[in-house]
């Protein structure tokens, strides 16, 4: 069972059998946390969204026609985090001005921990299209092409898009920093 | 080439997806600029910061809740499936027509029971009435055994009994006449014949005279004759005996 693809094994369980589905969770689980933490910064919450995106493959799973896996599934974690944006938008633009705000006040960052926190907030002031971008080019290492299939563009646009997303992060990062 | 177009594609360049073409493009270019090398410099160290960072595990929780998850739906699912099912829907028409033709043979089951029972009701009531008490009730049933067309060995055994044993001659008188109609029954004329030798009645010996001649049962002859030679037997039935004697004869 552990040599098919993510394809077949989604055919499978649009057929019915719904055990596989423990398998893609396997390999797809990390991936979509990580995915959510990166662009809603709380744990917990990314596990919740993690856990609708699996749902949500159960529930449409006779909607799937045998396209590239990953796409659909990015897909799917795209629509549930933009869902999620929507409903918790007031709370998170309190949320944000808190980040921003404590982002001002760390000046230095000599450890990779503290690096890596002023690189989540300076993440986290980007806009949703630009961070999802980088983050599933960078963090998730998906390809141009694939990226291109997840929000419907094409790959030479997402090239250009990922690099002035990537160019704005590196601003912003710098900006707070100094 | 145009400053910013090189610069969009400095992250292609680090990242080593760039075309043939445009590498070189872009190489010639950072030999000729001081700045571009410097952002192409600043660029790759951000580019390692952002390397650097790592996936993250989720906690536990995500595993649990999505086996549960997993088990309720595949739980939920059972149901479903089998309604979805085009096999079923042929076992539906199945049960459907199953229950058609149940019903069905109820039906005709109850109505062929029905006819039957109301024969058999029928045939017991006067088998019953027969053996009543009152003569006129007798009377009323030898009469109704005239319904039944078909001949019915019950019946004329209870009527040859009443011709041969009921105490009352108006009730013997009927039973004769009843079975006169199924006189092409050998159990009847012998019934018949019986008769006339033992009853002392003469109506009823009237009667079964007229009955044996009418059918010609040359059988009855010899009775006849004795009946004749009979010091008891009253003139008239003499008479009668004589005239259709002749015509037997």
Known sequence: MKHLTDEELMLQIASGKLEQLTILFERYNVRMYNFFN????????SEDLTQDVFIKVIKYRTSYKSGNFAAWIYTIARN???????????????????????????LVSESNQEELDHLQKALLQLSNSDRELIVMHRFQQIKYEQIAQIIDSTENAVKVKVHRAIKKLKEIYFQTEI | MKQNDIT???SLYLEGSLSNGDKIDVENQLKNSETLRKELEELNSFLNILNSEKMETPSANLQLSFDKMLAQEIENQQPKVVQLKPKTDWKQFLRIAASIVIVLSAFLLGKYQSNESKVNNNQNQVLALLENNSASKRIEAVISTEDFSIKDTKILKALINRLFFDKNTNVRLAAAEALSKFSEEKMVRDAFIKSLETDKNPTIQLEVIQILSDIQEKRAIKPMEKMLDNEETPQYVKQQLKLNLSSLL
């Open chain 1, 38 to 45: 990166k662009m809603v910064h709380n744990k917990m919450v």
């Open chain 1, 80 to 106: 549930i985090f933009s869902s999620h944006y929507q409903k918790t938008k007031k709370e998170r633009s309190n949320l944000i001005d808190d980040d921003t705000l404590s982002a001002n006040e760390t």
């Open chain 2, 8 to 10: 969009n594609k400095l």
